[in-house]
């Protein structure tokens, strides 16, 4: 009987939890549905649902639709993932399997760049990309991304690596594999769980990004999803509350099947990288 109270006990604190960290969500569907007027009524759901919201939200803004921005983040966080999970990768298994001079140090100063605030790097890389001329493109959102400018991927990376043997390696050097085959035959398939959780991060953080495209972003024809509900409030003094909640409860979506589908190598590659550590 105790130990009976002790699990409903526990899974009663959980659901409390659950309830308290799914309360931003209630909130934004239910904002979502009000019209513009019940804003101001201090009500989590409205009174009438106006699933009209969502029409009025993708044709807000004149002269697109909300597809063309949908499109444009998904092109960046793609490429961007792509980029980061092939370029981790590679500097990942050679701080952990190569031996080269001055690794450790090399090592040290990656990790060190973790320390870096945003907004230190931010003048120097704005001045760099105005210098290339890519001001107003996608570049400076997408090619960093394929030079292992991640240090924290990097990192899990290698501590997944790290934690597969040797002897896999020695094995298929005695069957003639090369280098570069036993990084892509040997470790990287084994390293699963850690790419696709450096992919999960890294389509996270690029589709929430709102610094960096608003920096780089100077055309409304290449504006991504957060940009484009920035213009709710720059359209005019009265704001459409209701179509703007209603795409900004769309643009969870992505970030959210793609969390839930993955969930299981997203625990096991943190599980085994001695990130809970």
Known sequence: MKTNMNQ???YAA???GSLFMAYPIVILF???LKPNEEFTSGKLLPSEI?????????YAIPGFTFGTFFY????????SVIGTVASSAIVAFGFARLKFPLKSVWFAILML????PTQVTLVPQ??????FNWIGTSLPLIVPHYLAVSPFFVFLIVQFIRGIPHDLDESAKIDGCSVPGIAFRIIFPLCTPALIT??????IWTWDDFLAQLLYLTDTSKYTVPLALRLFLDNSSAVTWGPMYAMALLSVIPCFVIFMSSQKYFVEGIATTGIKG
């Open 8 to 10: 409903l006990g526990r």
């Open 30 to 32: 239910g904002n979502a």
């Open 72 to 79: 444009n983040s998904f092109f960046i966080s793609v490429l």
């Open 126 to 131: 704005y001045i760099l990309f105005k210098n």
């Open 50 to 58: 106006r699933w009209e919201n969502f029409v009025d939200g993708w």
């Open 198 to 203: 450096s992919a999960i991060f890294s389509f």
């Open 113 to 116: 760049t973790l320390m870096l």
């Open 14 to 16: 959980l659901l409390m």
